[in-house]
């Protein structure tokens, strides 16, 4: 190397952004553990049991008048517990009946008996959310509120909170696509080999994936967009931008909501089905009337920790 080249300065070559990497390390404090956010959860809805206990009131009878859910849930656990018995005996095989009653009653979340039942479900459904996120909102900033406040008050962005539903909605088609894909050729006998079925349900999955990459920033942009002048392009950017570079990361965070809610309610109800039946289809219907509150709750503090 001649003495000019050593005494010229060097020039760092300015690295190019690339705007679909997977993962990039980034600075800051990670984000809590999802154990450590479902604790918060739970700890915010116990602080202020008697808010948010009236909140699930309102929303448990609502649900019952005007969409009357779980019928068969409700009516038939003693029948179908009598009849699996008879067929299936002794302690194992007791769990396993107890287990696929368990099943069926997860089955049965979300089912309503006539669409106009189901018009009514989606209403509660988006009526109690925002309740909910203005609720939240007004807790964590220490203020003291009253559950009627957030009906009145957190009605106020429902337009841009329903486009934004939309938005996820329109990102969930490759997830459906994926289901009725599999679902088809294996059901039409396309799928024959065991190898195709693989190769299908991979496809599959890669379609869920790609659902499930859209939504893990989306469905942060219900909460922002439930901020005062917010628009529903402004909400579904800003959402963007605090997941970046760590996408991945929240999406475990994300899917590990509904594996522990349905972890918490198996230990809650299999018991029960299997020592005090009439009481557990009661019991598996109050856990659902909690399940809006517990999955805001928990989803509003992932939100908060990554602000």
């Keep these: 190397m001649t003495e000019a080249a050593a005494a010229k300065p060097r020039v760092l070559k300015k690295p190019q952004y690339r705007s679909f990497r997977l993962q990039k390390r980034i600075k800051g404090d990670p984000l809590p553990s999802a154990f450590r956010l479902m604790k918060e959860a739970f700890t915010t809805l116990v602080r202020h049991w008697r808010l948010f206990l009236t909140v699930v009131i309102i929303y448990t009878i609502l649900n019952v008048v ?65 309740a909910m996120i203005w609720l ?31 938005v996820i909605a329109l990102q969930l088609i490759p997830l459906a696509i994926g289901v009725w ?32 990459y ?22 579904l950017r800003s959402a963007r931008e605090l997941v970046a570079n760590r996408r991945w ?9 509904p594996f522990a809610q349905v972890v918490i309610a198996a230990v809650v109800v299999v018991p029960l089905i299997l020592f005090a039946t009439p009481a557990a289809a009661w019991v598996f219907l109050a856990l659902t009337m909690f399940l809006i509150p517990v999955t805001h709750s928990y989803l509003y503090a992932l939100y908060r920790a990554m602000l």
């Design 66 to 130: 005007l969409v009357q859910g779980l019928q068969f849930a409700v009516g038939g656990v003693s029948e179908i517990k009598s009849t699996l018995d008879e067929i299936f005996s002794g302690h194992w095989g007791k769990l396993a009946n107890s287990l696929t009653i368990f099943t069926l009653l997860l089955g049965s979340v979300g089912s309503v008996s006539s669409p106009v039942a189901g018009i009514y479900q989606v209403m509660l459904t988006l009526v109690v959310s925002l």
């Design 136 to 166: 939240l909102r007004q807790v964590y900033a220490g203020h003291t509120v009253r559950a009627r406040d957030g009906f009145y008050r957190g009605m106020t962005p429902l337009v841009p909170f329903i486009l934004v539903l939309l």
């Design 181 to 212: 894909l599999y679902a088809t050729v294996v059901s039409t006998g396309i799928a024959a080999t065991a190898l195709e079925q693989v190769v299908w349900a991979l496809l599959s999955f890669l379609l869920a994936l790609l659902s499930l």
């Design 214 to 235: 859209m939504v893990t920033s989306s469905l942060f942009a219900l909460y922002i967009v439930t901020l005062p002048d917010m628009t529903p392009i402004a909400a």
């Design 249 to 257: 990361t929240v999406m475990r965070k994300v899917l590990f909501l």
